[in-house]
């Protein structure tokens, strides 16, 4: 059955038919705190909705109540999904989230964050191939999202025997969205489905939102800009999890920013916070010479050379699967192929005794991998305080005088209300932020930060680029910033590095 016959089935069955959600009134509370008041909202067939406002208005906490992962505690909340399945088997709902909740092969133990770079403990992991084929319903009659329409639509064919450990973030981003249309449901929820990916990708992924709507799939996805599907019908904005208005998506105007808007911040505290303590000195930072990292044949890096120099503001830059988080790992101490590559980290050639921690004491650091695997059973002055310690999460009593500094970042970032907060129960922003705070939190000599804006709203990238360039320029600080947005890029950024599919292009 080609797509167009099939999305003319599917508006016939749904032209006149009852909603396939509808939620009044609705309140949802999360660790005690009110997070969506008075929501009402309603889905009729044909309509695809986008989700917007600031972070922590409410949007991903919708797509959860959406769900059932958040129950209501007032209000009601009615799913007709059901009545939308025209396929035997069909799945009501499918969510692509955030984070993605990858197991073990024996699916006992959930991956943790350097388990990627060591290969004798990622042999655990499911292959691409694995978990498709688990999600898939063979017995299904009619699926027009089969596992090998997948793999090509999404163009998984040279993952499918790679390990889900070992993805990249876009290649993470591909499997998530594949394993959520395999299931062939009703209605598909996307929260930012676009963050993290560089230009070409995003293109990809809302040409593909477009095929998937088309063949009769209905979409609510979150979004902070107008990079929208065109298939997107609706908007819905939030402010205070509450819906501040209901638009078709041709009246619905996106905030503009004021050019003399720019977030002030405390540049008085940020320079007392930073020069707490004498910068130590060194004369190479970063010194790699022809680095080469394989995985079996797979290519990772290829003949990698750079030198970063104490005080230099870098950019790592490249598409998906480039290479750099794999880089970045080898500085930051968490790959053990830094090892059989001649590397000199703060002056000192790695493998001449010195150990992971006597790394990680000199280096913040922040990645969506760091984010992904974060313990989140920890409060946000916990997870800042963990920073002096290099750990996921406080394992020792807190320090008084450590707990006030972790005090004075959040007040930097925007974020003591979420000081006793657990992470768990915080928008992405305020994690994301939490996270980034852990990184500054010693006065690290490197600083690294690889898409730290991932889940922020306008004001918050604003705010955080003008702290990275009052930090590059009240300290000696060494930065490497990766993003795929060039308007994120801190003005202070002086170098940049290009990497693609392993090699130094620029």
Known sequence: MCLFSLYLIHLLLHITAMPLLSIKNAIVKQGGNIILKDISFTLRPGENWALTGASGSGKTALLHTITGRLPINGGTIERNLEAGIIKPRHKPIALVDA?????????????YYQQRYNASESDEGQTVRQHLTELSDTSRLIAFWTIEKVVDRLMLDHLLDKQLIKLSNGETKRLMLAAAIVKNPVLLLLDNPLTGLDIQT?????????????????????????????????????????????????????????????????????????????????????????????????????????????????????????????LLSLINGDNPQAYANDIVLFDRKRGSGESIWDIKNKTGYVSPELYQYFPADSSGLQVIESGFYDTLGLFRPSQPSRQALAMQWMEVLEIKPYARQLLKNMPASAQRLCLLARALVKNPALLILDEPCQGMDEHQRLQFKNMIDTICRVSSVTLIYVTHYQQEIPNCVDKVLKLDKGIVVS
Not at 234 to 244: D, K, W, Y
Not at 312 to 320: S, T, Y
């Open 202 to 326: 995003r293109a990809f992924f809302t040409r593909l939102i477009d095929e998937i709507i088309v063949s009769g799939i209905t979409v609510i996805m979150t979004a902070s800009t107008p990079e929208l599907p065109a298939g997107i019908t609706q908007i819905a904005h939030l402010e205070n999890g509450s819906i501040a208005g209901t638009y078709p998506i041709r009246e619905f105007v996106w905030p503009q920013k004021e050019a003399d808007q720019t977030p002030a911040i405390n540049e008085a505290l940020i320079n007392d916070l930073v020069n707490r303590t004498p910068a130590p000195v060194f004369q190479d930072i970063v010194k790699m010479k022809d680095v080469t990292v394989k995985y079996g044949d797979n290519l990772i890096l290829d003949n990698v050379n750079w030198h970063i120099k104490p005080g230099d503001h870098c950019a790592l830059l490249g598409p998906n699967g480039a290479g750099k988080s794999t």
């Open 99 to 111: 984070k993605h909740h990858f197991r073990n092969s024996s699916n006992t133990t959930d991956f």
